[in-house]
């Protein structure tokens, strides 16, 4: 590894940090980056994955006192209980991706992220078909947010690009909550099945350890400031800043798929 490597892999931990605190879809920052290096597709995705999870951990300390404020708010038992819903979720999707095809699963995930994409730009009026979170009961709410959570972290252990915007959108129709305290919320539940995928990765993929160590430190400081910004936004702004990510990054994702 040269320094023209080191200041790209830098550069593109900082980036992909930043954008994954915030929205989601970092790794198509750093996954190019990784194979400009010289990596085989297959270890630049594994590598990617074990860098970019410290700048998960360090976005849910950025967000701390949205998730404080959050957890006053709601019921703690159940963000708690929502810990093991995560894991369980990302280990059936890293056990998906060992058995089904990729390719099928590549032309499907340009079209989820758009979907999702589409729900968050229009969640006050889905939110006046499905209901608003304060009108549902609490049952239906805490039922709600394990679907969405495990919906989620399922996709994440699969594949995880745009995860977070996947995340806002449904964890949004359940919750009456800020999109600050939301993207918080995103924050845990991606640092969770961040490092099931890692422990995975790490015990049985040929991950590039000296990529990681330039990568992840670097993802850990975009994760705490992107996280740091994020709680700084108007609702409205993250929220459309988050829907421009997402629609572009399922634009990038159709054109691979395609092309």
Not at 15 to 37: D, H, M, R, Y
Not at 118 to 146: C, K, N, Y
Not at 223 to 249: E, M, N, Q
């Amino acid at each position: 590894m040269n320094l023209v490597d080191i200041a790209l892999l830098s550069g593109a931990g900082l980036a992909a940090g930043t954008v994954n605190a915030i929205a989601g879809g970092g790794s198509l920052i750093t996954f190019p980056a990784l194979i400009a290096t010289g990596l085989s597709p297959v270890a630049a995705n594994v590598t990617n994955s074990v860098s970019v999870f410290p700048g998960y951990v360090a976005s849910v300390y950025g967000s701390r006192t949205d998730l404080k404020d959050l957890a006053r708010d709601s019921s703690k038992k159940t963000l708690v209980m929502l810990v093991p819903t995560s894991v369980v979720a990302a280990a059936l999707g890293c056990a998906l991706l060992l058995a089904t095809p990729a390719r099928a699963f590549d032309l499907v995930v340009p079209f989820l992220v758009l979907g999702a994409t589409t729900i968050l730009a229009f969640q006050e009026r889905l939110r006046g078909l499905v209901g608003h979170p304060r009108d549902m009961t609490e049952r239906r709410r805490t039922l709600s947010l394990h679907a969405m959570v495990f919906a989620g972290s399922l996709y994440g252990g699969y594949f995880g690009a745009a995860l977070g915007v996947m995340l806002v959108a449904a964890l949004g129709l359940v919750l009456d909550q800020s999109m600050a305290r939301i993207s918080a919320l995103k924050n845990v539940v991606s640092a969770l099945g961040g490092l099931v995928t890692v422990c995975a990765f790490a015990a049985f993929g040929p991950v590039a350890w000296a990529d990681v160590l330039v990568v992840a430190p670097t993802a850990m400081i975009g994760g705490y400031v992107g996280a740091r910004l994020a709680r700084r936004l108007p609702s409205k702004v993250l929220k459309w800043l988050i829907v421009a990510f997402g629609t572009g990054v399922g634009l990038v994702l159709l054109y691979r798929a395609v092309f």
